[in-house]
């Protein structure tokens, strides 16, 4: 069974920047589509971008014109490069397939001055 590896989170400031890495331990990545999902403390998971097997990406309103997901597939590795910060950023952060699976531990993001 592949595992999901999630990490790069942090306390940033409003206006910052993060760069979320998902390393997977064997070559999911080029047989499925993937998302970065979020959870917000008394939420639910949401999408917040995701990248199918070709290439092609989608991304939630919420986040469009400052996150970016991308990946490479001979390093099993998916990013997620967020931009421009908001306090309502704030959430654990999962990469998973699409539709996911199971979750992982995922990396917690906190925008907060």
């Known amino acids: 069974q592949v595992q999901l590896v999630e990490s790069g989170g942090g306390l940033v400031q409003p206006g910052g920047s993060l760069r979320l890495s998902c390393t997977a331990s064997g070559d999911i990545f080029t047989f499925y589509n993937m998302g970065w999902y979020r959870q917000a403390p008394g939420k639910q998971h949401e999408l917040v971008a995701s990248?199918?097997?070709?290439?092609?990406?989608y991304y939630a309103d919420s986040v469009k014109g400052r996150f970016t997901i991308s990946r490479d597939n001979a390093k099993n590795t998916m990013w997620l490069r967020m931009n421009s910060l908001k306090p309502e950023d704030t959430a654990v952060y999962y990469c998973?397939?699409?539709?996911?699976?199971?979750w992982g531990q995922g990396t917690q993001v906190t925008v907060s001055s």
């Open positions: 990248m199918s097997t070709s290439g092609s990406t």
């Open positions: 998973n397939l699409l539709p996911p699976g199971s």
